[in-house]
């Protein structure tokens, strides 16, 4: 479908690809278009909802400015997927044992590696570029125990909420790992820090924004280099995270199929990030709050919830969306909402079939929480088509 929705009461328009927009979130994408460096229009995806510091599923283009909490604290925050050389029926009946030794491998939750598991010459490589960070900003340590101990031992961690690792099939039944996880400890206190700094940076002006967490960075100013530094690394870091995780799974899975292989390149995109990217005529900064670029050929990972669908798309390179897609499903209702909702039993039901915990430390995840995968899919057909459909046999959230 093309745009449903058109905010006009802006600077710029808001154009939405779906016509089922929360108010919460509605007011959010207003207060967005009245900033005065936004380049041309804002483009919000059809998984739109709610979101801390912007409306999850917004494409923001913006003219010598960046605003920290719109790209948020999870920065760098996507997907990974890979087809594997084995097929359905090379699984198991029981998919227990195999959930459990990748539970063991990749830790999830805070929980981190108890040694270094990333090569030494991967953590080299990202401690040179943290180091130009906390040359300037040594407060960003301050935040975390064993700074550095911490950030190394999370590579190849999966972290908690709506991070997850599936064991998929796809509609010939060949077996694909996809995984969902960002840049963890060190990219949370990097954009807390930076949030916070924008705050006191903008300082008496942080009144007359229509939200204060829409406090930003000018270029030219004392600190917007140091952020696009700060991002660009984090971004780096969630990357590896998600190519260390890959690799600590497959290690796993050759120990059960020692002639198992990746039989395509890994596909391995963001969803919380800042690029920059040449749209309207201009070289401008996007930011992408929960969604993935879809340029012309370029492949992503649109997931559903535990218990739906998820696919793997080819972008249309649609313009009007910024070369743009939805990131996933979309939250229908805050965690709390579905804590309250929902029960033990309730997660056991929807997620029947799936080899996954379905206790009540995860109802906040349950498939009722997210928007229909199916609808959100119709809702883009003009920013992607549809390579593979992907149906869960196995998840491990954190």
Same mark, same amino acid.
């Given at each position: 479908?093309?745009?449903?929705?058109?905010?006009?009461?802006?600077?710029?328009?808001?154009?939405?690809?779906?016509?089922?927009?929360?108010?919460?979130?509605?007011?959010?994408? $207003?207060?967005?278009?009245?900033?005065?460096?936004?380049?041309?229009? &804002?483009?919000?995806?059809?998984?739109?909802?709610?979101?801390?510091g912007?409306?999850?599923?917004s494409?923001?283009?913006?003219?010598?400015?960046?605003?920290?909490?719109?790209?948020?604290?999870?920065?760098?925050?996507?997907?990974?997927?890979?087809?594997?050389?084995?097929?359905?029926?090379?699984?198991?009946?029981?998919?227990?044992?195999?959930?459990?030794?990748?539970?063991?491998?990749?830790?999830?939750?805070?929980?981190?590696?108890?040694? %270094?598991?990333?090569?030494?010459?991967?953590?080299?490589?990202?401690?040179?570029?943290?180091?130009?960070?906390?040359?300037?900003?040594p407060?960003?340590?301050?935040?975390?125990?064993?700074?550095?101990?911490?950030? &190394?031992?999370?590579?190849?961690?999966?972290?908690?909420?709506?991070?997850?690792?599936?064991?998929?099939?796809?509609?010939?039944d060949?077996?694909?790992?996809?995984?969902?996880?960002?840049?963890?400890?060190?990219?949370?206190?990097?954009?807390?820090?930076?949030? /916070?700094?924008?705050?006191?940076? &903008?300082?008496?002006?942080?009144?007359?924004?229509?939200?204060?967490?829409?406090?930003?960075?000018?270029?030219?100013?004392?600190?917007?280099?140091?952020?696009?530094?700060a991002?660009?690394?984090?971004?780096?870091?969630?990357?590896? /995270?998600?190519?260390?995780?890959?690799?600590?799974?497959?290690?796993?899975?050759?120990?059960?199929?020692?002639?198992?292989?990746f039989?395509?390149?890994?596909?391995?995109?963001?969803?919380?990030?800042?690029?920059?990217?040449?749209?309207?005529?201009?070289?401008?900064?996007?930011? *992408?709050?929960?969604?993935?670029?879809?340029?012309?050929?370029?492949?992503?990972?649109?997931?559903?919830?535990?218990?739906?669908?998820?696919?793997?798309?080819?972008?249309?390179?649609?313009?009007?969306?910024?070369?743009?897609?939805?990131? =996933?499903?979309? *939250?229908?209702?805050?965690?709390?909402?579905?804590? *309250?909702?929902? /029960?033990?039993? %309730? $997660?056991?039901?929807?997620?029947q079939? &799936?080899?996954?915990?379905?206790?009540? =430390?995860?109802?906040?995840?349950?498939?009722?929480?997210?928007?229909?995968?199916?609808?959100?899919?119709?809702?883009?057909?003009?920013?992607?088509?549809?390579v593979?459909?992907?149906?869960?046999?196995?998840?491990?959230?954190?």
């Open positions: 479908m093309p745009i449903q929705t058109l905010i006009t009461k802006g600077k710029v328009p808001v154009k939405i690809y779906t016509d089922q927009v929360d108010p919460a979130a509605y007011q959010q994408l $207003l207060n967005l278009s009245q900033m005065p460096f936004m380049h041309s229009h &804002i483009a919000v995806m059809p998984d739109v909802h709610c979101g801390k912007a409306t999850v599923g494409v923001i283009p913006t003219l010598g400015a960046i605003i920290p909490a719109a790209v948020g604290v999870d920065i760098g925050c996507g997907m990974c997927a890979v087809r594997l050389s084995v097929s359905a029926n090379d699984l198991p009946d029981s998919l227990r044992s195999l959930r459990l030794a990748l539970e063991a491998a990749v830790p999830v939750g805070f929980a981190m590696h108890r040694s %270094d598991q990333a090569q030494r010459s991967t953590i080299n490589a990202l401690g040179v570029g943290l180091h130009q960070i906390l040359d300037k900003h407060k960003v340590n301050a935040k975390q125990n064993k700074p550095y101990q911490t950030w &190394i031992r999370q590579l190849g961690t999966l972290g908690g909420g709506n991070h997850f690792i599936e064991l998929c099939l796809d509609e010939s060949q077996v694909w790992i996809m995984l969902h996880s960002g840049s963890r400890g060190i990219g949370n206190v990097i954009g807390e820090y930076f949030i /916070n700094l924008a705050k006191k940076d &903008i300082g008496q002006h942080l009144v007359n924004l229509p939200d204060k967490d829409l406090a930003y960075f000018r270029e030219g100013a004392k600190h917007y280099d140091d952020y696009l530094l991002v660009s690394w984090a971004q780096d870091y969630a990357m590896t /995270n998600r190519r260390e995780m890959l690799r600590l799974i497959g290690e796993v899975l050759h120990k059960k199929w020692p002639k198992l292989t039989t395509k390149e890994v596909i391995n995109c963001h969803h919380n990030y800042v690029a920059h990217e040449w749209h309207f005529d201009a070289k401008v900064l996007v930011t *992408r709050k929960g969604a993935i670029r879809a340029g012309e050929g370029e492949l992503g990972i649109i997931p559903g919830s535990m218990g739906a669908r998820s696919y793997i798309v080819r972008g249309k390179g649609n313009e009007q969306s910024f070369c743009s897609c939805s990131h =996933g499903a979309g *939250r229908l209702m805050s965690r709390s909402e579905a804590k *309250r909702r929902y /029960n033990a039993d %309730d $997660l056991a039901h929807q997620t079939g &799936i080899e996954c915990r379905k206790d009540s =430390g995860v109802i906040d995840e349950i498939p009722a929480a997210y928007k229909d995968i199916e609808q959100v899919m119709a809702q883009q057909h003009d920013l992607v088509e549809i593979h459909q992907l149906r869960q046999v196995m998840c491990i959230k954190g």
